[in-house]
T-cell receptor
Framework: GAVVSQHPSRVICKSGTSVKIECRSLDFQATTMFWYRQFPKQSLMLMATSNEGSKATYEQGVEKDKFLINHASLTLSTLTVTSAHPEDSSFYICSAQQGRAYSNQPQHFGDGTRLSIL | GDSVTQMEGPVTLSEEAFLTINCTYT??????LFWYVQYPGEGLQLLLK?????DKGSNKGFEATYRKETTSFHLEKGSVQVSDSAVYFCALNYGNNRLAFGKGNQVVVIP
């Protein structure tokens, strides 16, 4: 149980393109989802907390207009990298949990999306 | 801000050897601490956790004790197997289930 699916697993696109990454909870309702970013040989960095039916909460230093997050249902959150540039190339990982963030329920992680901007 | 530091570099050891991966943290207050594992080609999985000082988390033969005095949460296993080859991440919850991760350690177990 508690499966989280991320799609696509890998995407390569040209500079200036907007890219959408999906994060789905397959067998549970995910009130809260988290989006992380990982550079090579670095730790995962939390970008934002996504709350079903409300606006995402972004971590300090993360551009809201650059990384658009939508969490319109209890099983789907999307991250859109707008007008992507080579410096946005990274590994993006989502996680999902039941209940609100403050409930500190276990997080279940997706397999990640490798984004490469040419 | 709250952060986690893991020992540098990959860890290579023989099957049945003793494994230790060091993790220290910096935090205001007493956050919950976690070890996550990432097997090849898979997403992160929770390995174990501890929610307060002196708690010991354990799972699959791995253990880690929450040490407030030394702000540490070192991961140990007495006898590793080839199937334990993976990347291990230490993490802490800095509020509202937001996790701060260490850089991770690649563990390679040789038969």
């Amino acid at each position: 149980g508690a499966v989280v699916s991320q799609h696509p697993s890998r995407v390569i696109c040209k500079s200036g393109t907007s890219v959408k990454i999906e994060c789905r909870s397959l067998d549970f309702q995910a009130t809260t989802m988290f989006w992380y970013r990982q550079f090579p040989k670095q730790s995962l960095m939390l970008m934002a907390t996504s709350n079903e039916g409300s606006k995402a909460t972004y971590e300090q230093g993360v551009e809201k207009d650059k990384f658009l997050i939508n969490h319109a249902s209890l099983t789907l959150s999307t991250l859109t990298v707008t007008s992507a540039h080579p410096e946005d190339s990274s590994f993006y990982i989502c996680s999902a949990q039941q209940g609100r963030a403050y409930s500190n329920q276990p997080q279940h992680f997706g397999d990640g999306t490798r984004l490469s901007i040419l | 801000g709250d952060s986690v530091t893991q020992m540098e570099g990959p860890v290579t050891l023989s099957e049945e050897a003793f494994l230790t991966i060091n993790c220290t943290y910096t935090a205001t207050g007493y956050p919950s601490l976690f070890w996550y594992v990432q097997y090849p080609g898979e997403g992160l999985q929770l390995l174990l956790k501890a929610t307060k000082a002196d708690d010991k988390g354990s799972n699959k033969g791995f253990e880690a004790t929450y040490r407030k005095e030394t702000t540490s949460f070192h991961l140990e296993k007495g006898s590793v197997q080839v199937s334990d080859s993976a990347v291990y991440f230490c993490a802490l919850n800095y509020g509202n289930n937001r996790l701060a991760f260490g850089k991770g350690n690649q563990v390679v177990v040789i038969p």
